[in-house]
């Protein structure tokens, strides 16, 4: 496909499955409470997505014949606005983000992925990335637990993400060796959270009172 002036932003998520998703927040919330919390999030962060008016590209985990029935609203909103979804591959979570980075440079020049449990994303957020991007190969915006809750690139190498302890408080740092090592000019925004423990939780709903 040809570049096109408009940077596409993907978001990664998990289908809705009980007992699949925000395990971490099940002790508190139950499996119920987890896969609901799960669904809340991703719509979350779709929404802001889609708040930015770029192009956005859904990417589920993995292909299912038959979507969950908790997945029906998010499957809604994706097909009344258009939004293609498609099937991440990879042996690890390294390996998907840098091929659909590297699908999205392809077909927009500049590509983002947020997950689906970082609803601190906004718009202005994306803006900084894309500002980001301006200079720099890739930009990173990093969580507060150690991981990130963004990466963009317009351009990549094979190995860029790869020997990263994903899921863990060292993941972050890591990958910044690992661009450095593949010659790769980054920079790093400002940290926010993302949601994995139940204080994650209660912090998002508060947000969302206060909204």
Same mark, same amino acid.
């Given at each position: 496909m040809a570049a096109t002036d408009e940077p596409l932003l993907i978001q990664f998520a998990k289908w809705p499955e009980k007992g699949r998703v925000k395990t971490r927040l099940a002790a508190a919330l139950g499996e119920q409470g987890a896969l609901d919390a799960h669904v809340a999030l991703t719509r979350a962060v779709l929404d802001q997505l889609m708040a930015t008016g770029y192009p956005v590209s859904f990417w589920w985990d993995r292909s299912l014949e038959v #979507? #969950?029935?908790?997945?029906? %609203?998010i499957l809604g909103i994706l097909e009344t606005s258009g939004i293609t979804q498609k099937v991440q591959s990879g042996e690890d979570l390294g390996a998907r983000m840098t091929r659909a980075l590297r699908w999205g440079i392809g077909s927009a020049g500049r590509a983002i992925i947020v997950g689906s449990d970082c609803p601190s994303v906004d718009a202005d957020y994306i803006g900084k990335a894309l500002e /980001? $991007?301006?200079?720099? *190969? +890739?930009? @990173? %915006? #990093?969580? *507060?637990? %150690? %991981?990130? +809750? $963004? @990466? /963009?690139?317009?351009t990549t190498t094979d190995a860029m993400l790869a020997g990263i302890d994903w899921g863990t408080p060292r993941a972050f740092e890591q990958t910044c060796r690992r661009l450095r090592q593949e010659g790769l000019r980054y920079q790093c925004l400002a940290p926010l959270w993302d949601v994995d423990e139940p204080e994650d939780w209660a912090r998002f709903l508060s947000v969302g009172a206060e909204k």
């Open positions: #979507p #969950p029935d908790e997945a029906a %609203g /980001g $991007l301006e200079n720099a *190969d +890739v930009v @990173i %915006g #990093p969580a *507060d637990d %150690g %991981g990130y +809750v $963004l @990466i /963009g690139a317009r």
